[in-house]
């Protein structure tokens, strides 16, 4: 069974950088996608980016593309989301997302695994 652990949330201020992890456990996932997503109060799940865990291969969501790098730690089966000049909007709980396959997927209803969230709350 994955099973998949978020951390690195917190508060910050407009413009700051912040990394999240998510730790894997459950694997070998040489045949899978981790993705991150995040949902603000009131909002529907929204698609962040995502990686393929074998190839690297990665797909961003328009609003963060530029600003965020997603990247893996094979050896710790560890998965980053490094964000810089943060906005308000960036501000929802984020969530680490798991499935098996290569397809660089942004929908929600692709993933089989998800954490329990890490808030990231951006102040203006």
């Known amino acids: 069974q994955v099973q998949l652990v978020e951390s690195g949330g917190g508060l910050v201020q407009t413009g700051d950088s912040l990394r999240l992890s998510c730790v894997a456990s459950?694997?070998?996932?040489?045949?899978?996608?981790m993705g991150w997503f995040r949902q603000a109060p009131g909002q529907e799940r929204q698609f962040v980016a995502v990686?393929?865990?074998?190839?690297?291969?990665?797909n961003y969501a328009d609003s963060v593309r530029g600003r965020s790098t997603i990247s893996k730690d094979t050896a710790k089966n560890t998965l980053y989301l490094q964000m810089n000049n943060l906005k308000p909007e960036d501000t929802a709980v984020y969530y680490c997302a798991a499935r098996e396959g290569h397809h660089l997927d942004p929908r929600v209803a692709f993933y089989d695994y998800w954490g329990q969230g890490t808030q990231v709350t951006v102040s203006s």
């Open positions: 990686i393929n865990w074998n190839y690297g291969l990665t």
């Open positions: 459950g694997g070998p996932f040489n045949n899978h996608v």
